[in-house]
């Protein structure tokens, strides 16, 4: 349950607030998010060139949430978007070859842009890249505001499949709590020797979850199992 929002406000990001989008992922994202942590990626810097490219394509979707304090004006929390169609995906999306960052090289395992998901025969979706709050605005739903709010908008855009990647617990939790269906993981644990992870930093939170979830459609298309 959200409790007293009075103090934020949410707006549409665009391509203008790259800079300050990017700092809040340095400092609150890529510093906490176990899979970062795991991979020796804290950084942008460390992330790589792929990641800047995702940033800015989910920047200028349209689609992507900002959170913003009212009275310093900073953005404190941002959920980034953007919406694919299946006969149009590109590989670059699920991870080329020669990609250095281990980070998506593991996502690639279960990308959403991945055959498995093309097979389902549903298009347009609803990609859901990356959530963050700040730390000091935490536990007061404001993730759940935007998912919701990011749901509702790809559902006006005709989208009738949302997808989205999971690295932590506490993600996850608030996905089923929205009824979002698990359908892969990948247990780091099992691909620790192949990318020399030392999973023992993240305790408890060794499995990455590939989520989706229907959107209303006039179209019937039954759930996938």
């Known amino acids: 349950m959200a409790q007293d929002s009075s103090d934020i406000e949410l707006f549409m990001l665009t391509s203008d607030d790259y800079e300050e989008v990017a700092q809040l992922f340095d400092e609150q994202y890529a510093k906490r998010n176990p899979l970062c942590k795991v991979c020796k990626e804290t950084s942008l810097e460390d992330i790589g060139e792929s990641m800047v490219k995702d940033i800015k394509r989910t920047l200028a979707s349209g689609l992507s949430i900002g959170v913003?304090?009212?009275?310093t004006k900073a953005i404190v929390g941002f959920r980034l978007t953007d919406i694919f169609h299946v006969d149009k995906t590109s590989t670059y999306h699920v991870g080329e070859e020669d990609e250095p960052s281990i980070m998506y090289q593991l996502l690639a395992r279960f990308s959403p842009h991945g055959k498995e998901i093309q097979e389902l025969g549903i298009s347009?979706?609803?990609?859901?890249f990356a959530v963050c709050v700040h730390k000091d605005y935490g536990g007061r739903g404001i993730a759940a505001m935007i998912i919701k709010k990011t749901l509702e908008l790809g559902d006006e855009q005709?989208?009738?499949?949302?997808?989205?990647?999971?690295?932590?617990?506490?993600s996850e939790k608030i996905y089923n709590r929205l009824n979002f269906q698990t359908f892969k993981v990948l247990d780091l644990d099992t691909v620790a020797d192949e990318f020399d992870l030392d999973t023992s930093i993240?305790?408890?939170?060794?499995?990455?979850?590939?989520?989706?979830?229907?959107?209303?459609?006039?179209?019937?298309?039954?759930?996938?199992?």
């Open 202 to 225: 993240i305790p408890g939170e060794t499995i990455l979850s590939l989520m989706v979830k229907n959107l209303p459609s006039k179209t019937s298309n039954p759930h996938p199992q």
């Open 124 to 128: 347009p979706i609803l990609e859901l």
């Open 68 to 71: 913003r304090d009212k009275t």
């Open 158 to 170: 005709g989208c009738r499949l949302a997808v989205v990647q999971i690295a932590n617990s506490l």
